[in-house]
Each structure stands twice: as structure tokens, then as C-alpha cells.
């Protein structure tokens, strides 16, 4: 069975710092480019930033260049989202998601919530 389990959300004042963590089990993790997505309350999900299976390429959102940064531990069967001087738009739950080519799993999420 798949689960991917998010955690480390909470509540935080701007300009603070998070980081979340997805553990992964039931799936070759090492294989699967991971996404984290966030989804503001009232919004559609969006995409946050991307990791590819190796480590070796991440993408993001321009609206969190320079203050997220998305690792892996391959090893560990985990994702992480590193996430610094928050803003209150960064409100919400914020999910991870492993895809390769014909699979797709996701997380159950976690709330994260910026004060200002």
C-alpha cells in the first residue's frame, strides 16, 4: 500500500520558517520525481516546486524563488520543503505528490498557516 505522509506544518508569523517533510513507503521512491503543491484556502492547488528523482534538478513557483528550497534524502524515502521568510499568501495546505510515468500518489496534506 502507498502512503506518502506529510508533516511540520503549523502556525507561524511572517517571516518565519517552516520546513515539511513527505515520507514516502510502499513505492521505489528513489524512482519518483516529487512535487509539492500548495492549495490556499478557497483556491485551486498550485504547484510550489519539483525535485527529480535523482536530487540533481528542482524547480519552483517564481512566487517562492529565493525562499523555498525543496531537497530529497533518497535514502530516507523523503521530501522535504524548506520554507523561509513566509508570507501570509503562503496560507494553506500543502500537499506532496510522487509521479512518474503512469503512477501518481499523493499525501493527505498539511496546514500551514502565516500570521501577520
Known amino acids: 500500500q502507498v502512503q506518502l505522509v506529510e508533516s511540520g506544518g503549523g502556525l507561524v508569523q511572517a517571516g518565519g520558517s517552516l520546513r515539511l517533510s513527505c515520507a514516502a513507503s510502499?513505492?521505489?521512491?528513489?524512482?519518483?520525481?516529487m512535487y509539492w503543491y500548495h492549495q490556499a484556502p478557497g483556491k485551486q492547488r498550485e504547484l510550489v516546486a519539483s525535485i527529480l528523482s535523482s536530487g540533481a534538478t528542482t524547480n519552483y513557483a517564481d512566487s517562492v524563488k529565493g525562499r523555498f528550497t525543496i531537497s530529497r534524502d533518497n535514502a530516507k524515502n523523503t521530501a522535504y520543503l524548506q520554507m523561509d521568510s513566509l508570507k501570509p499568501e503562503a496560507t494553506g495546505v500543502y500537499f506532496c505528490?510522487?509521479?512518474?510515468?503512469?503512477?501518481?500518489?499523493w499525501g493527505q496534506g498539511t496546514q500551514v498557516t502565516v500570521s501577520s
Open positions: 505528490n510522487a509521479r512518474k510515468i503512469f503512477d501518481s500518489y
Open positions: 510502499g513505492i521505489t521512491f528513489s524512482m519518483y520525481t
